[in-house]
């Protein structure tokens, strides 16, 4: 089955750290686009980061400098690295793949929660 | 990377069609076949109903429809059931290599 389970969320105080984890199943990630959207609770959502098949990196401008996304293709998982977060970052962050033949998220997990607060 | 902009809000009756438009420019919506439509019921995650402006995946029911004129796509949903009250959000891949989504519309079945 081809599934995506993400995890690493939880409560953290402005300024910390947090790396979350996105495990792929049924397919490979370094086959695929692999994405990062997150939603703040009661709005809409937000596209965050992309690592390409061939590995290049992309950013939402309002994270620039502070997320790393990363992949381990012998674990088969993708990592969203957050540093230095805001109040403003507080959302479910949900993984996402783009399909091999499309340019769209077919695949989601079910999302983790990041709480930024003091 | 501004949002692309969609009503906040359509509402039909069951049996009706209604159509959700989300305007972007040209270094989103308009230069690019890459439109994707989402259904989002609360508490979870999104569902992807339309990629690539019009095409459908395995399992979406036809009464869901994608098309897109210069820098506006729109999502029609045919024959409206109760179980399409939900979320859509659009999405386009943009010209930095990136994608964006709209704001969203919330959809009330009457």
């Known amino acids: 089955e081809v599934q995506l389970v993400e995890s690493g969320g939880g409560l953290v105080q402005p300024g910390g750290s947090l790396r979350l984890s996105c495990a792929a199943s049924?397919?490979?990630?370094?086959?695929?686009?692999m994405n990062w959207v997150r939603q703040a609770p009661g709005k809409g959502l937000e596209w965050v980061s992309v690592?390409?098949?061939?590995?290049?990196?992309y950013y939402v401008d309002s994270v620039k400098g502070r997320f790393t996304i990363s992949r381990d293709n012998s674990k088969n998982t993708v990592y969203l690295q957050m540093n230095s977060l805001r109040v403003e970052d507080t959302a479910v962050y949900y993984c996402?793949?783009?399909?091999?033949?499309?340019?769209?998220?077919?695949?989601w997990g079910q999302g983790t929660m990041v709480t930024v607060s003091s | 990377q501004s949002a692309l902009t969609q009503p906040a809000s359509v509402s039909g009756s069951p049996g009706q069609s209604i159509t959700i438009s989300c305007t972007g420019t040209?270094?989103?919506?308009?230069?690019?076949?890459?439109v994707s439509w989402y259904q989002q019921h609360p508490g979870k995650a999104p569902k992807l109903m339309i990629y690539?402006?019009?095409n459908r995946p395995s399992g979406v029911s036809n009464r869901f429809s994608g098309s897109k004129s210069g820098n506006t796509a729109s999502l029609t949903i045919s024959g409206l059931q109760a179980e399409d009250e939900a979320d859509y959000y659009c999405?386009?891949?943009?010209?930095?290599?990136?994608?964006?989504f709209g704001g969203g519309t919330k959809l009330t079945v009457l």
């Open positions: 049924g397919f490979t990630v370094n086959s695929n686009y």
């Open positions: 690592i390409y098949s061939g590995g290049s990196t």
């Open positions: 996402a793949r783009v399909g091999s033949d499309h340019e769209a998220f077919d695949i």
């Open positions: 040209s270094s989103d919506v308009g230069g690019f076949n890459y």
């Open positions: 999405n386009s891949y943009t010209s930095s290599s990136t994608w964006v």
């Open positions: 690539d402006v019009n």
